[in-house]
């Protein structure tokens, strides 16, 4: 039976339990990560877009590091957003201050009508590097 780990990014933890959900799944060299969104440490919603896009891509980059994983591990990318059609230039725009270069990890983006009060949400697989996977 495949040994399932579960990961969360520091200082968070609290927030995944009073939820019941783990922020990540370690199976393998394979990481599940659960949606990420745009919120502080305690777990308010960030109203402006923007930040709330840069805070759920940097919750998204504490979960991968408590793994030992980083955005260049990614392999699938799936996000979640309300307005897509209003949204989707904004989102870009940050997309691309992270991933300035190829290769691009695949990318697929869901429009939704209800996130919890959040606007954008990010769910991603990675592949855990080797180094990280000995530790």
Known sequence: MMQREVIFPAGRHALYEKHGYS???KSGDLLFVSGQVGSPADGSVEPELAEQVRLAF????ATLAAAGCTLD???DVTTFHTDPENQFATVLAIKNEIWRQA???NWTAVGVNWLAGFDFEIKVIARVPEAADNH
Do not use: F, G, T
Request: hydrophobic share 45%; aromatic share 8%; proline share 15%.
């Open 23 to 25: 922020a990540a799944i």
């Open 58 to 61: 940097r919750n998204l980059q």
């Open 73 to 75: 591990d990614l392999i």
């Open 103 to 105: 290769p691009y990890p």
